[in-house]
């Protein structure tokens, strides 16, 4: 049974970092793809970045590209989202996200097991 735990969000001025993590477990994380997703209010999921836990590229929206960094900690089954020069409109809930299918996409439809997500709010 595959089960995601994110952690790290909160309240942050606009221009401030802030930096998500999620604990993975129960599955060979190895082999599939993982990545970062969010959600506003009134708003479809979105992609925000991903990549292959196998290592090689990662992909990213191009709203966050730039600020934005996953990164992962194998030996600790931990994915990464360091989030730099925060936007209000970055504002919404984050979910960290697992799926085999390739190659890794922003598409939310690609993956099938999910945290339950991490609020992140950005005031200006």
């Known amino acids: 049974h595959v089960q995601l735990v994110e952690s790290g969000g909160g309240s942050v001025q606009a221009g401030g970092p802030l930096r998500l993590s999620c604990v993975a477990s129960g599955y060979t994380y190895r082999r599939h793809c993982m990545g970062w997703f969010r959600q506003a209010p009134g708003k479809e999921r979105e992609g925000v970045a991903v990549g292959y836990n196998g290592g090689g590229s990662t992909n990213y929206a191009a709203s966050v590209k730039g600020r934005f960094t996953i990164s992962r900690d194998t030996s600790k089954s931990t994915l990464y989202l360091q989030m730099n020069s925060l936007k209000p409109e970055d504002t919404g809930m984050y979910y960290c996200?697992?799926?085999?299918?390739?190659?890794?996409?922003?598409?939310?439809?690609?993956?099938?097991?999910w945290g339950q997500g991490t609020q992140v709010t950005v005031s200006s």
């Open positions: 996200a697992a799926g085999l299918r390739l190659p890794c996409g922003l598409d939310f439809r690609g993956y099938h097991y």
